[in-house]
């Protein structure tokens, strides 16, 4: 026998659950008429992943209950037809005077009318952005149904990680394993999650479905990259990368089930962060519903980079630049800044900030006399761009892009209220060394079509500089990017200790500099706009520190 399963990779909306549901139904109504009998939607599809203190309101519970109905009455004539759909259920149980949640993220599967099998999640990841625990409480029994004769055993997202919830389902009768998830993207993690259920398989003899989430939700991505492996770990099948899909799968059964579908390759590292914040900034834009964007258009190396990831997301039209010369902007930052705007056809604008410069400088002369010229008057040319943008965003109600990066936002190289006032931090988890790669890629690449070379060589290739004093350069206040963007790595991202780093052949003036940095910058950081994640570990739900903190390692 052979059973047709559909991968529904589809891109949610959370809260939408009316829109969520319809997605479903359109896509289950066309794989059934593909001759699928199998649907596999992901983790939370009906009300979308990473809900928050959503999930505490019993009205958006209720609104999930009326969705599956749905979705179930929807489908209810097409004969033979299962459907899995994620979503939250449950209640509040009031004992004495205790008010107890009792809320699970489930798995429904839906058949002519009727939900013939339910599962609720039995591993609650509460980790790096993950935090299952606060929102649900872990089920315990496996979950095995019949379609057209064939027993699917069904694990969601963080079960599979583990071998007791999908041994269970074995035990319980499973030839096959469905996973349903919702795992946030990050450099590497597609590997992870093939290795990571090629143990599944290994363990359990079974061949097993992944099916993922597609698109992006505030701070994550979500790259879909569904695929199907076989009972010896072998790759079966695999769904294209940050896009939507329906990925169809054939099972057959001949001396145990057998998968065959088609394999996308793997992107490059630099192509999958590319398309990565390209579908962030697409979707923070389109599902918050912001008629465009604008950025401060410096000639250097962060603000060309967003740029052309703004362009490759939104189009030329709905991006509008502004360059805003001060004192100290070189005749090459004009050049450049105007051919970048050219060369990708988005509006262009010129504000010279010095006539403010000076208005402010003139207010403050009483109070500023006898003291020398320092990063005081640096911040104020970065805070009246601000001011300048936000205004602009307020009366056309495009929002700000910042231009910021890891780099600087670990180490505090940016301006509160300046270059960090806006609405999406496109960059923000993204280290200088690799804004130079991926500048670099996108110029031999054109993957949207929206133009060849975009940025201007001279702007990746000169020395980078915020342009606030004579003759600044960034390595002026930091260490040389590629040991700046390291020690971070190291001591961010992976926890190593500041004498670790040094035994690693760091210098520890440039260890001692940039820890100290870190832990200065917290109070910046927490004001900062929301911004992608394409790292293990960013400064945002991953980075969970005390500004006020006296702890030294």
């Known amino acids: 026998m052979t059973l047709k399963i559909c991968v529904a990779q589809l891109n949610f909306v959370v809260g939408d659950m009316a829109g969520n549901a319809q997605k479903i139904i359109d896509c289950a109504t066309v794989a059934y008429q593909d001759g699928a009998r199998l649907v596999l939607t992901p983790e939370l599809s009906l009300c979308g992943y990473a809900a928050e203190d959503l999930f505490l309101r019993p009205s958006f519970i209720q609104a999930c209950d009326d969705a599956l109905k749905t979705v179930s009455a929807a489908l209810s004539g097409l004969k033979g037809l299962h459907v899995v759909v ?75 990680w583990f071998d007791a919830p999908a041994l269970d389902a074995k035990a319980a009768g499973a030839e096959l394993l469905a996973v349903i998830n919702a795992s946030p993207f990050h450099v590497g993690k597609g590997d992870e999650r093939e290795q990571a259920m090629r143990g599944r398989v290994q363990v359990t003899g079974l061949p097993l479905i992944y099916a993922h989430l597609v698109g992006g939700q505030d701070e994550v991505v979500f790259e879909g990259r569904s695929f199907a492996l076989n009972a010896d770990g072998a790759l079966a099948g695999r769904a294209p990368s ?65 740029l ?56 403050l002369k009483a109070d500023f006399e006898g003291t020398q010229l320092d990063t005081t008057e640096e911040n104020i040319q970065a805070r009246i761009r601000g001011t300048l943008l936000m205004a602009l965003s307020n009366k056309f109600g495009a929002i700000v892009l910042t231009t910021g990066n890891k780099s600087e936002m670990a180490t505090g190289y940016c301006t509160l209220y300046g270059d960090m006032a806006g609405g999406f931090a496109v960059i923000k988890d993204v280290a200088k060394t690799l804004v130079f790669k991926l500048a670099r890629w996108r110029n031999a690449h054109d993957p949207y079509g929206t133009g060849a070379e975009p940025i201007p060589e001279r702007i990746i290739t000169r020395p980078p500089s915020a ?87």
């Not at 798995?107 to 599962?119: N, T």
């Not at 606060?134 to 963080?158: H, Q, W």
């Not at 001591?491 to 690693?504: G, H, K, L, R, V």
């Open 86 to 160: 994620g979503h939250p259920s449950g209640r509040d149980e009031r004992t004495r005077s205790v008010s107890v949640q009792r809320r699970f993220n489930m798995a429904s599967v839906v058949c002519e009318g009727q939900v013939v099998a339910s599962y609720a999640k039995r591993e609650l990841p509460n980790y790096q952005v993950f935090d299952e625990r606060r929102y649900f409480v872990a089920g315990d029994k496996p979950c095995v149904f019949d379609v057209a004769g064939m027993k699917v055993g069904l694990l969601i997202c963080e079960d599979a």
């Open 242 to 306: 940050f896009e939507v899909a329906s990925f169809a799968i054939e099972a057959t059964r001949h001396k145990g089930v057998h998968l065959n579908a088609k394999v996308v390759d793997d992107g490059s590292l630099e192509a999958d962060l590319w398309h990565a914040l390209v579908l962030g900034v697409r979707d923070y834009i389109g599902k918050n519903g912001f008629p465009g964007v604008l950025l401060g258009l410096s000639g250097g190396i962060d603000s060309a980079l967003v």
């Open 308 to 363: 052309a990831i703004a362009v490759d997301a939104l189009g030329a039209d709905k991006v509008r630049t502004v360059m805003m010369p001060s004192p100290y902007t070189a005749e090459i930052s004009w050049v450049d800044a105007r051919d970048m705007a050219k060369r990708l056809g988005v509006r262009y604008d010129e504000v010279s900030i010095v006539p403010e410069f000076e208005a402010f400088l003139g207010s």
């Open 467 to 553: 342009e606030l004093r004579p003759d600044q350069t960034d390595q002026d206040s930091l260490p040389a990017y590629e040991v700046l963007d390291e020690i971070v790595s190291r001591f961010m991202e992976n926890d190593q200790s500041s004498d670790d780093i040094i035994a690693a052949g760091f210098a520890r003036a440039d260890v001692e500099k940039v820890t100290r940095l870190i832990r200065i910058n917290e109070y910046k950081r927490r004001q900062s706009p929301v911004g992608i994640r394409v790292t293990h570990r960013s400064f945002g739900k991953d980075w969970r520190y005390p500004i006020t903190n006296k702890f030294r390692a």
